[in-house]
């Protein structure tokens, strides 16, 4: 009796979640989004890994799945979280660390996209398009990852730590703008495109900071109202291109950094409107198409794509920055740090799978890598490679 006992509560379960009852779905996405949260403080951990490994876990083992007002909300919040991680970067440690960091940046992007590329389409027989997905995805640095432990480390205030920041920028500016111009339409819309993304660099951070400062005792906040609208008008643009709305995100974010840095209050409101209702979709979207069978029966693909990511990182980034004069110690930390990976990752990998670049296997494997990377070189860089310096000391060097 007890198996058949727990086969019709399971089956009762089952229905609730796809009765297409919104308020329960979204119940049991915010529930699994809450649980992610205190997961993450627990173990110290960035929240959206744990997103989506628990978005795996409910995708195989509970069957959850996607509708259409969950990919708005999922999408929406990657195209937030873009914004926010161009604001991120300090304009002025791009001055100040300009030349390493773009040398850096341009290695840490180009030698794993090409090394995955290569490998995904004459070892691993994927579609010349599958490839393309496979070396953006492989190419990425997790900005998310990175910050946080250099925040937690005490290197963010020192200009090495400064400078894993910068460099982690331009990687991600590479492959941003490559998963942008590789799966594009060379038409008109390309050009309003570039077009929209220039006069809304130009003319946003001019005209939001004063509207908003106008209009911040208003709990409807006008200001971040436009500045939504303005995202929308801009992915909406990039989607007729045929592109991702992440990229024109990406430079606008950038382009309201000195904004966000001056406005510290707007900064926390728009990233807890983004990482407390809106990310959690996404990441969680981004776990359930993670079939653990396929991860199983691909282990050695993965394990090779995580070697070539990997290997291209250390072959590429580790005699560059040793190019620029580092120890032998912090050349191996900025090597591990640039071969993380996460948020751009998943997102190239998702928009691969959506647009039918490469099916669900190929995905899993990429996520999968993803994930990988997202762990074990922040582990082996704090373990073996954390520069020896007092935070103390190093905070009280950048004013």
């Given at each position: 009796m007890a198996p058949i006992y727990i086969t019709l509560r399971w089956e009762f379960f089952m229905h609730i979640i796809d009765n297409g009852n919104m308020w329960t779905v979204a119940a049991v996405w915010m529930t699994l989004a809450a649980i992610s949260a205190f997961l993450a403080i627990r173990f110290k951990m960035a929240a959206a890994l744990v997103e989506i490994i628990i978005g795996m876990l409910a995708g195989n083992l509970i069957g959850l799945h996607t509708n259409a007002w969950i990919d708005f909300v999922a999408g929406f919040g990657s195209i937030l979280l873009t914004f926010l991680a161009g604001a991120e970067i300090d304009p002025v440690v791009l001055r100040t660390q300009i030349v390493p960091a773009t040398t850096i940046g341009a290695v840490s992007f180009g030698a794993p996209f090409v090394a995955a590329g290569l490998y995904a389409f004459f070892f691993a027989h994927w579609s010349f398009e599958g490839a393309k997905i496979a070396g953006v995805a492989m190419s990425t640095t997790s900005v998310a990852v990175v910050y946080a432990v250099m925040v937690e480390s005490g290197l963010a205030g020192k200009q090495f730590g400064q400078l894993v920041l910068a460099a982690c920028f331009f990687t991600d500016l590479g492959t941003v703008v490559a998963l942008g111009l590789l799966f594009a339409n060379y038409n008109l819309w390309?050009?309003?495109?570039?077009?929209?993304?220039?006069?809304?660099?130009?003319?946003?951070?001019?005209?939001?900071?004063?509207?908003?400062?106008?209009?911040?005792?208003?709990?409807?906040?006008?200001?971040?109202?436009?500045?939504?609208?303005?995202?929308?008008?801009?992915?909406?643009?990039?989607?007729?291109?045929?592109?991702?709305?992440?990229?024109?995100?990406?430079?606008?974010?950038?382009?309201?950094?000195?904004?966000?840095?001056?406005?510290?209050?707007?900064?926390?409101?728009?990233q807890t409107i983004t990482m407390t209702l809106l990310t959690p979709f996404y990441f969680l979207k981004a776990g359930t198409y993670v079939s653990l069978r396929e991860a199983w029966d691909g282990i050695g693909l993965i394990a090779a794509f995580f070697a070539v990511k990997v290997g291209a990182k250390i072959l590429g980034?580790?005699?560059?920055?040793?190019?620029?004069?580092?120890?032998?110690?912090?050349?191996?930390?900025?090597?591990?740090?640039?071969?993380?990976?996460?948020?751009?990752?998943?997102?190239?990998?998702?928009?691969?799978?959506?647009?039918?670049?490469?099916?669900?296997?190929?995905?899993?494997?990429?996520?999968?890598?993803?994930?990988?990377?997202?762990?074990?070189?922040?582990?082996?860089?704090?373990?073996?490679?954390?520069?020896?310096?007092?935070?103390?000391?190093?905070?009280?060097?950048?004013?």
């Open positions: 390309l050009v309003l495109l570039v077009a929209a993304i220039i006069a809304a660099m130009v003319i946003v951070p001019k005209v939001l900071p004063g509207m908003i400062e106008r209009t911040q005792r208003y709990v409807s906040e006008p200001g971040f109202r436009v500045l939504f609208a303005v995202i929308f008008i801009l992915s909406a643009v990039a989607t007729y291109a045929k592109s991702e709305g992440v990229l024109p995100a990406y430079f606008l974010g950038l382009a309201c950094a000195g904004m966000m840095m001056s406005h510290s209050n707007v900064k926390r409101r728009l980034v580790l005699p560059t920055a040793r190019l620029f004069k580092f120890q032998a110690r912090d050349a191996n930390y900025l090597t591990l740090m640039m071969a993380t990976g996460l948020t751009f990752g998943t997102i190239s990998a998702l928009y691969g799978l959506t647009h039918h670049y490469i099916n669900q296997a190929q995905y899993t494997t990429l996520v999968t890598v993803v994930i990988l990377t997202a762990i074990v070189p922040t582990f082996v860089a704090q373990a073996l490679f954390k520069p020896k310096e007092d935070p103390e000391e190093m905070e009280a060097e950048v004013p």
